[in-house]
């Protein structure tokens, strides 16, 4: 079965299911997407790679990185194998030396792995087939450009705060291990154009 290679597009915080992310895949060079509904913490964990926010202390997936390269182990790939009853299943690919092993996983944290692994991402087309949605330009542009209420506590809170009280609220959110907090504080920076 030939394998459908995937990138991450992006998370948006889900309008069906309180206190989950839609998380969105999509094929390369194509225009299918997979959306795949995950909790906050998963959310988390993917945010803080996908924006290269360094923490005080190794997460589990940090963890996870650093264990295998101390062994020579390397994730090679993460396929999405499976959607059952509404619920996608994943495999994690990893090789050491001339041994291949296939692990199953949460494909939330598969995602997670694989950001941090510098993987690539599969899935089969009769997965994409059934839980895929097809995205044409007009359906994607109204999309974009609706938007979503903010949440408290996002980035139209923090537009009226300097750029002290910023940082020293940065620093809290990252000592207290609130990274969705101190993912949002960075993009008001990023809005700013200041540096961190």
């Not at 995937?6 to 309008?15: A, P, T, V």
């Not at 803080?48 to 295998?68: N, Q, Y």
């Not at 996002?154 to 750029?163: F, P």
Request: charged residues 30%; glycine residues 6%.
């Amino acid at each position: 079965m030939e394998k459908i290679r995937l990138e991450i597009i992006g998370m948006k915080y889900s309008q069906s299911q309180s206190g989950a992310y839609a998380l969105i895949l999509e094929e390369w060079n194509g225009r299918r997407r997979l959306p795949i509904i995950i909790g906050s913490f998963e959310a988390q964990a993917i945010a803080i790679e996908l924006e290269k926010i360094k923490t005080p202390r190794p997460l589990t997936h940090d963890l996870f990185r650093s264990f295998a390269g101390s062994f020579n182990i390397r994730l090679t790939e993460v396929v999405i194998n499976k959607f059952q009853d509404g619920v996608f299943f994943a495999k994690l690919v990893c090789r050491q030396e001339e041994n291949e092993q296939e692990i199953d996983s949460r494909t939330s944290d598969a995602i997670a792995l694989a950001l941090r692994f510098n993987c690539p991402v599969y899935t089969y087309e009769s997965i994409l087939r059934v839980a895929g949605v097809t995205v044409d330009e007009e359906t994607e542009a109204s999309s974009e450009s609706a938007g979503t209420e903010p949440a408290a506590g996002s980035s139209e809170d923090l537009s009226e705060l300097s750029e002290t009280e910023l940082r020293e609220m940065l620093r809290l959110a990252l000592e207290g291990e609130d990274y969705e907090k101190a993912s949002q504080i960075r993009d008001e920076f990023k809005k700013r154009h200041i540096q961190l």
